[in-house]
């Protein structure tokens, strides 16, 4: 058996599927640093997870243990006119926080592969991970993870790799299609514009007080050890 995690330009996908589509630019670009900075206390509590919708993006920041912010910006627009010191200069604590970085990693950009590929394996060879399903909202590792588990629980409970892979996407497509689903609803939010970014600061309080955690349950309780052999 061959596993092809092999990302997002995976030459073995086109094998399998001539037919796939082929990664795209989704219009998003994520930059991560870290600052030297102090925090007004109401953006500083420990293990508090910041985020700041913004007119060219989402600002994600939290104060790590050694006394730095450490932050991830998600800016939308086309990438040769990205630049992470201008694109949050509207909101003060993200503007504040890009000024005294220390560091700031290379740009990412986020891409699409839209449709998903329709095959996902031969009798023999199986695709995992972003060669199968690059996935945003912040799951992409964590997908991948899950393949990787789902996979040796199909493997193990088979008597032949054929029927193992069949389970595979079977157990995996369900909850791929509906991460991927997601995922785009996400970056819809990041490509917003003015009216809909002031409608949602009207109503993310009243969600995330009373209905977060029951909406995304079912991202975070899933198990693929147990899934991967029904």
């Not at 031969?122 to 060669?131: F, K």
């Not at 369900?174 to 996400?186: E, H, I």
């Not at 600061?201 to 975070?220: D, K």
């Amino acid at each position: 058996m061959v596993v092809a995690a092999d990302g997002l330009r995976s030459p073995i996908r086109a094998e399998l599927d001539p037919a796939s589509a082929e990664p795209v630019y989704a219009g998003l670009c994520t930059v991560a640093g870290v600052s030297a900075l102090s925090l007004p206390a109401d953006a500083a509590r420990p293990s508090a997870f910041n985020m700041t919708f913004c007119r060219n993006g989402a600002f994600i920041h939290l104060a790590a243990p050694d006394g730095t912010v450490w932050w991830q910006a998600q800016i939308t627009g086309p990438l040769s006119a990205l630049d992470v010191r201008t694109a949050f200069a509207d909101a003060p604590v993200p503007a504040a926080i890009v000024a005294a970085a220390t560091s700031i990693d290379r740009p990412q950009p986020h891409h699409l592969l839209d449709p998903a590929p329709a095959v996902w394996h031969t009798d023999r060879v199986v695709l995992l991970g972003d060669a199968l399903h690059p996935i945003g909202a912040g799951q992409g590792a964590a997908m991948a993870l899950e393949d990787a588990v789902a996979l040796t629980g199909a493997v193990r409970a088979a008597s032949t790799v054929e029927e193992a892979l069949a389970a595979y996407e079977t157990a995996r497509r369900p909850r791929v299609t509906k991460v991927l689903r997601t995922a785009d609803d996400n970056r819809g939010v990041k490509l917003e514009g003015r009216l809909q970014r002031t409608l949602r600061e009207l109503i993310m309080p009243v969600v995330l007080r009373h209905g977060f955690e029951r909406a995304t349950g079912w991202l975070y309780d899933y198990d693929p050890r147990t899934t991967a052999v029904r």
